[in-house]
């Protein structure tokens, strides 16, 4: 009778790891660019299944895992037919009808905030950590960010004059299209310790040549995008008059680098404020140039 339950024991102490193993979700879609950063950040890549179009980085992820689309315009079917048991998605993807129905489905589903502030990032990383089974590593990832992020704070302090930054996304017409308070453009300014011009108003709006000659900026801050031409924002009068203007200052950095909020953004905020403040020695941990 010793014996035998000297072997139950055993059995029992061997199962219980191949169980945990087995709850965890073995198929994961991942849809939105910030939730597969964080999953290959985590070392998490074998277990996705697919990936959406805004997963691009690691540049292997887009490369090597199916594609279900861009992140708005999914399909529920084309999503499914993969058979995941758990889908990670940004709350920004849609449509409702294709959201809805992948909730309905039965299939495991985490609906992941984006955000635009370090508590939000925080809630991020430690969601999709938790979703995946491996709390730890998320908790730990996050309070390296948090850190990383609070030490640049410190570092930028003594800045006695904070530099005035516009954020154009696109022109239309000839008129750029600002960020405004509420957009991941102004928290990435704010965090590098500059102000945004714009940032009395909120989201996105398109600028008359009278606002645009009222702003000031020092310094045009714009994204690259693969396979789009870069956008010469002095070319608009207003803008080539300003103190940006005067002086060429144009910052260019790759747009989920620079607004993806994820485990890249304490690099991306520090390359930022760097090319703000030239003058200051801000090398530190998480310093990413792309």
């Not at 992948?102 to 992941?112: E, F, K, N, Q, Y």
């Not at 006695?160 to 509420?182: E, Q, W």
């Not at 930022?272 to 801000?282: F, I, K, V």
């Amino acid at each position: 009778m010793r014996l035998i339950a000297t072997v139950i024991a055993a059995s029992l102490a061997f199962a219980a790891p191949i169980a945990a193993w087995a709850a965890e979700p073995q198929r994961i879609v991942s849809i939105g660019g910030s939730i597969t950063e964080i999953l290959y950040a985590l070392g998490e890549d074998e277990r996705i299944a697919a990936v959406d179009t805004t997963s691009l980085y690691p540049p292997e992820a887009l490369a090597e895992k199916p594609n279900v689309g861009y992140m708005r315009q999914l399909s529920a079917e084309g999503v499914l037919s993969l058979s995941p048991d758990l889908i990670l998605m940004d709350e920004g993807a849609g449509p409702k009808p294709a959201v809805n129905l992948l909730d309905a489905a039965g299939v495991a589903v985490t609906h992941v905030p984006t955000g635009y502030t370090v508590d939000d990032l925080d809630r991020k990383v430690r969601l999709v950590a938790d979703a995946v089974g491996k709390g730890p590593e998320g908790a730990a990832m996050a309070e390296t960010i948090r850190a990383d992020l609070a030490r640049l704070e410190a570092q930028l302090a003594p800045v006695p004059v904070r530099k005035k930054v516009l954020f154009i996304l696109s022109l239309v017409d000839g008129r750029p299209n600002a960020a405004g308070t509420g957009t991941g453009a102004d928290a990435v300014i704010r965090l590098a310790g500059a102000e945004n011009v714009f940032g009395a108003i909120e989201g996105y709006k398109t600028l008359s040549t009278e606002a645009l000659a009222a702003l000031q900026p020092d310094a045009i801050l714009m994204v690259t995008r693969a396979g789009s031409p870069d956008i010469d924002p002095f070319s608009i009068p207003a803008l080539a008059a300003t103190p940006a203007g005067r002086s060429g200052t144009v910052i260019r950095m790759d747009a989920l680098h620079l607004l993806g909020f994820g485990p890249r953004t304490p690099g991306a905020v520090r390359d930022l404020a760097a090319r703000l403040y030239s003058e200051l020695d801000l090398a530190g941990p998480g310093t990413d140039g792309r």
